[in-house]
């Protein structure tokens, strides 16, 4: 438990909705209250188990293209869950395609 749950039962910290958002939703396909709290994902610079493409960049570096990937998004608490065990121990991204 870190140390904003110890602090308060009331779980409004891990998301909340910005339907008035130009682009929202940008992810298609959340079926829980969409969480807005990561629009930009704390793990894009780390490994994880989301469905990322490996696309070049301007100037042909390689990068992480996280169009299809809802896992942020998808509700309050899973979302909120997911970020941290996944930052617990992160793992810089290798630059390469992840297996299929």
């Known amino acids: 438990m870190g140390a904003t749950e110890a602090l308060s039962p009331n779980e409004s910290y891990k998301g909340y909705s910005h339907s ?5 939703p940008c992810h298609a396909g ?3 209250a969409f969480n ?6 704390p793990l894009y610079a780390y490994e994880c188990p989301g469905p990322y493409r490996v696309i ?3 100037c042909g570096q ?5 169009t299809d990937c809802r896992l942020p ?4 608490r899973a979302a909120w869950s997911f970020i941290q065990k996944w930052l617990r ?3 810089p ?3 390469k395609v992840p297996a299929a």
Do not use: N
Not at 20 to 24: H, I, N, Q, R, S
Not at 36 to 41: A, G, I, M, P, V
């Open 56 to 58: 070049a960049g301007p």
């Open 20 to 24: 008035a958002c130009p682009f929202y």
């Open 36 to 41: 807005c709290l990561f629009c930009y994902c």
């Open 89 to 91: 121990c992160p793992r």
């Open 30 to 32: 959340v079926r829980r």
């Open 62 to 66: 390689l990068q992480k293209d996280c």
């Open 73 to 76: 998004h998808e509700g309050y």
């Open 93 to 95: 991204w290798s630059g």
